[in-house]
Every structure is written in C-alpha cells, then in structure tokens.
C-alpha cells in the first residue's frame, strides 16, 4: 500500500515522499489519522474530500456535511426484497440531508461516477459482471477509495458464497462497518475476530410513518401471520409446517408469500390455515394490525428479521426463533411482554437512518 505521513512524528522521520508499506500497517495508519492513502498516478484520479463544510438541518436534526460528498451505493441487485426496502429507507434519509448518492447496480455501472466519489458503501456485492467487480475492487484497494461496509446478511461468511478472504479485506479496510443486530455482529467476530471493528448496529430501517398502530383495524384474538417474502426451506417452510400442526387448535394462521402456489399445497389439509400471495407493502399494515401474533422461524441465520420489526412497530407479539437477530436487541426486551416497551423500540426504528449517516460522517471525518 502506497502511503504519505501526515502526523507531525512520522513526517520528522521519514519525510513527505511517497512509502509503500504492507497492507495491514497503511490500514492502521490511516485510521489511526497518521497518513493518508497515496493513489498510483498512473491511475485514473479519484475526488479528494473537500474541505468545505456546511450546516444541513432537517427535522430539526443538524448534521454536518464535508461540502457536499458524493457517495457511492453498491448493491447488486433492484428487486425489492426486505434489504432493497430497508436500503430505500436509509438512502431516502441520505438524500434528504443533501448528501449527494449514486446508486450503482450492474445496470447503471459508470466507472466515471464511481472513480469522482469521495467514499462508497458496499452494501450487496456478489453479482456484478468480472469487470465491474474488479475495477470496484481496484477502486478500494488500489486507489484507496474510503468505503464503508453495509451488511444485511451472513452471506461474506456462511453458505456456497462465502469468501472469507475478500471479508477480511472488506471488513478490515473499510472505515466503518454497518450491521443490523448484535446477533449478526457477533457472528461476524466469530469469523472474522476484531477485523470487523469500527462497528456499530443499525436497528432495522422502517419506515414507522407507514408501519404503525392502526386503532380503526380490529385485531383478532390468536390470529397468527406470516410474511416473509418467499417461504422457502431457508426461510422456515418446514418450520412453519410443524408449527402449525402442533398449534392448529390454538392458533389462526395466514401465510402470505409469493410463492403461494408451492407452498398452497402442502398446507392445505391442515386446519386453520389459509395461504394468499403477498400483497403490495403498502397493503401489510393493515394484515399485521388485524393479527395478534407474527411469526419467523428461519432454518437458516436470519441477519435481524424485518418482517418480525414491522408486525412489531404495528402492535404483534413476536414469534421467533434463535435464529433471527432482532431477538438480539436486548435493551427492548422483545419477545418479553411484561418489560417490552414500543415506544422506545419505535424511537429507535425512526431514528436508525438518521443515525447511520451521523456514524458515517463522523468516521468519514476522521479520515481528513
């Protein structure tokens, strides 16, 4: 890694020159405000970050912005799942505070955009084309680029794409990285160790102006929902099955999933349960202020849960199981009815995305 000093020690030292220093220590210098990063100049040039600042105040929430930054988002895919909604959320807030946000997909991939900005944020990373991959990777690790890393899953770690060798890279070189439960963090340092610090959790990113008590919808004593996006083995299927039969003379069920015609038949003797395809998001408040309970059971390490989040801020008890990180978020107590509190964990919610640029404007800050 190609460095110059810029703390008064190292600078009496060494001088001004240009260094090339392993990986590792141009890392910890950086971050430790020590040195900069020094880009090939053989390379094509990448935005220095501005010096100017300005006051942005909305909401009556003042934030400072290093000029006006231009970030770059990367995420891999346009399909709205419950990552794509929570990013939607976060990158609404982004905007609002002026901030100035290109989103880069596959289908909108423009290295000129990508090399003017002053940082990026890695959100979903696995199916770029070979070269859009690699002229990122050259932008974060060549180049310098700062970035942060904005995790929704396990999938840097566990599972057929796992690639432990580019999580330590991103995870360590990044100058902030982003979770969305303690469970999801804690995994990490189990595979990852410290090279996940600096770290901060993100509660889930929900709009709480659309999911929200709904005192005109009656709510039905016992009723059971489940709304997961697509109810694959994954994602609880077989779970969901047992559950049901074991509780079908207690309980009501609704599954809501878009591959209603998969699952459809395999519930169809079983009593209580009634299957619909999903409905538009706007649709959802309404299903989860009719139910009392909504339900999560993942086979699979399910990063926080948002669809338990939503039946939450809209009144539900939580059903869920070890393996979905909102259970984590001990300070709400969820699943706890006596000491839950929702305000607080709507407070919370509303104010996550607010939060997440805070964070990484004051991480950003320090690289200057």
């Given at each position: ?7 008064r ?5 060494f ?18 405000g ?8 053989a390379?094509p ?32 895919t346009?399909?709205l ?5 929570s ?7 982004g905007?609002?505070?002026?901030v ?17 900005c002053?940082?990026?944020i ?23 680029m ?13 599972g ?5 060798g580019?999580?330590?890279l ?30 901060w959790v ?21 009723k ?12 609880g ?9 074991a509780?079908?003379?207690?309980y009501s069920f609704?599954?809501?999933t ?16 009634k ?22 059971i ?8 948002r ?16 393996n979905?990180?909102?259970?984590s ?5 969820i699943g ?6 929702l ?7 509303k104010n ?5 640029w805070?964070?990484v ?8």
């Amino acid at each position: 890694m190609r460095i110059r000093y810029i703390a008064r020690e190292e600078v009496s030292r060494f001088g001004t020159g240009v260094f090339t220093v392993p990986d590792e220590r141009g890392v910890q210098l950086v971050r430790a405000g020590r040195a900069r990063a020094e880009i090939d100049p053989a390379r094509p040039a990448v935005s220095k970050i501005p010096n100017k600042e300005k006051a942005v105040k909305v909401d009556g929430k003042k934030f400072i912005t290093p000029g006006r930054p231009l970030v770059g988002w990367i995420h891999d895919t346009e399909k709205l799942g419950g990552a794509e909604l929570s990013n939607q959320t976060v990158l609404g807030v982004g905007k609002k505070l002026g901030v100035g946000i290109y989103e880069c997909f596959p289908r909108t991939f423009d290295k000129s955009l990508l090399a003017k900005c002053d940082f990026l944020i890695i959100n979903n990373f696995f199916f770029f084309e070979d070269a859009q991959y690699h002229f990122i990777l050259d932008l974060l690790f060549e180049h310098g680029m700062p970035f942060v890393k904005y995790e929704h899953d396990h999938r840097e770690i566990i599972g057929d794409q796992a690639r432990h060798g580019l999580a330590r890279l991103l995870f360590g070189r990044s100058f902030l990285n982003v979770f969305i439960s303690p469970f999801q963090l804690n995994n990490h340092r189990k595979h990852l160790g410290d090279v996940i610090d600096a770290c901060w959790v993100l509660p889930p990113a929900i709009d709480t102006s659309i999911f929200k008590l709904l005192p005109e919808v009656p709510r039905e004593k016992n009723k059971v929902v489940n709304l997961c996006g697509k109810l694959y083995e994954s994602k609880g299927f077989r779970h969901m099955l047992h559950f049901c039969l074991a509780k079908e003379k207690e309980y009501s069920f609704e599954i809501y999933t878009k591959n209603e015609q998969e699952v459809r038949p395999v519930f169809k003797e079983v009593k209580n349960v009634k299957v619909h395809s999903l409905l538009p998001n706007k649709s959802l408040p309404e299903i989860y202020n009719s139910a009392e309970y909504t339900i999560h059971i993942p086979q699979a390490l399910e990063a926080c849960g948002r669809s338990i989040a939503e039946g939450i801020l809209c009144g539900c008890k939580p059903l869920i199981n070890k393996n979905v990180g909102i259970g984590s978020f001990d300070e709400y107590h969820i699943g706890n009815e006596k000491r839950f509190k929702l305000d607080r964990f709507r407070e919370a919610v509303k104010n996550g995305p607010w939060r997440f640029w805070k964070e990484v404007e004051l991480h950003f800050r320090k690289l200057k």
